[in-house]
């Protein structure tokens, strides 16, 4: 079975710039996460959906972040205008939520998308 | 608040040695679940391990295991015999039972072995 799949995987921008990173969850999973990771902060949750729909977006740095999820099996993480301190990599995870055991969210990853703005 | 504590940045361990990556973990929700989370130099993050806060017996998943000890409220990964491969940054993580769906990740551990 395929897994979360994330494009692009490498991402360089200008400064300004809109960036859209796009994600594709496991089939099946109710649940999609965006992450970003960076050495100083380490892994953040950006937003999570729950049957396409946003359900905590407390981690979005800032207005310039908004992420859609149209459908299940897409999802965009959109940065406009984009800033270098938005450099990081960005993961896309997906889960399914088992009621029937306690607390099994378990969240599968993509590759990532490493954005670069310069 | 939950909390994610890995106390060991780096660790250099002798290739076909068994590694020990401390976790410790506070909550006073009854219900919850730790994971394990292996991101090689590669990038992706990679489930590992799972283990219910009833679970009677110690999850193991080939290689790794996982060392719960609920009253230390401890949950260290066990790695046998290790491998070139295993060099990686490892992640300890939990989720609550049925209040969050998110999952708090500790800072992880930098395991490197030697050939």
């Known amino acids: 079975d395929a897994g979360v799949i994330q494009s692009p995987r490498h991402e360089v921008t200008e400064m300004g710039q809109e960036v859209t990173l796009r994600c594709k969850p496991i089939?099946?999973?109710?649940?999609l996460f965006w992450y970003r990771q960076t050495m100083m902060r380490g892994l953040e949750l950006l937003i999570y959906?729950?049957?396409?729909?946003?359900?905590?977006d407390s981690g979005m740095p800032e207005d310039r972040f908004s992420a859609k999820m149209p459908n299940a099996s897409f999802s965009t993480l959109k940065i406009q205008p984009s800033e270098p301190r938005d450099s990081a990599v960005y993961f896309c995870a997906s889960s399914l939520r088992r009621f029937e055991l306690i607390a099994k969210n378990i969240q599968y990853f993509g590759a990532g998308t490493r954005l670069s703005v310069l | 608040a939950q909390k994610i504590t890995q106390t060991q940045p780096g660790m250099f361990v002798q290739e076909k040695e068994a590694v020990t990556l401390d976790c410790t973990y506070d909550t006073s929700d009854p219900s919850y679940g730790l994971f394990w989370y292996k991101q090689p130099s590669s990038g992706e993050m990679i489930f590992l391990i799972y283990?219910?806060?009833?679970?009677?017996q110690n999850a193991t998943e080939g290689r790794y295991s996982l060392n719960f000890q609920k009253a230390r409220k401890s949950a260290n990964l066990v790695i046998s015999a290790s491998q070139l491969g295993d060099s990686a940054m490892y992640f300890c993580?939990?989720?609550?039972?049925?209040?969050?769906?998110?999952?708090?990740f500790g800072k992880g551990t930098r395991l490197h072995i030697l050939p």
């Open positions: 089939s099946g999973h109710d649940y």
């Open positions: 283990q219910g806060s009833y679970d009677q």
């Open positions: 993580a939990m989720t609550l039972g049925d209040r969050d769906d998110k999952i708090i």
């Open positions: 959906f729950n049957n396409n729909v946003p359900i905590d």
